[in-house]
């Protein structure tokens, strides 16, 4: 990874090489990047994994086998801007999968506890109209939810 830009440090507790698989698996523009494993007199059994550098959608991440004293929680979360249903579909069951977490307006926990946002576009241009009616019909029917069923969302903006 070069010196430019922003990579996020994601902090897992013995799981990171795992969990850079798995993320790769679920998004189409991914690769795997360079692994480094700790040395002779480091912290943890030499050999085993350190950190994991890993790309998704052009966005870089390394993965750090950090131990138990940190987890994730919803203070921080990755939002997917979904074009429809299906990519909505695709994104929510892979990432839910396996003991993942379903949690409302869109939100969920995947199966190492790290929050994302699966998001229609179409929801955020519904619910935020210039119309407060038809935002406001929209954002009921959102927060009624977890997984966004992008037909009823349509059928609440209209008003039907």
Known sequence: M?????TTCLWFDGKAEEAAHHYVSIFKDS???????VGEGGPGPAGSVLTVEFELNGQRFVALNGGPQFTFSEAVSFQIFCADQDEVDYYWDRLIADGGQESDCS???DKYGLSWQVIPTEMMEMISDSDPAKAGRATRAMLSMKKIDLAALRRAYAGE
């Open 2 to 6: 070069s010196g430019k830009g922003f």
């Open 107 to 109: 939100w969920l926990k």
């Open 31 to 37: 690769s795997l990047g360079k692994i480094v494993r």
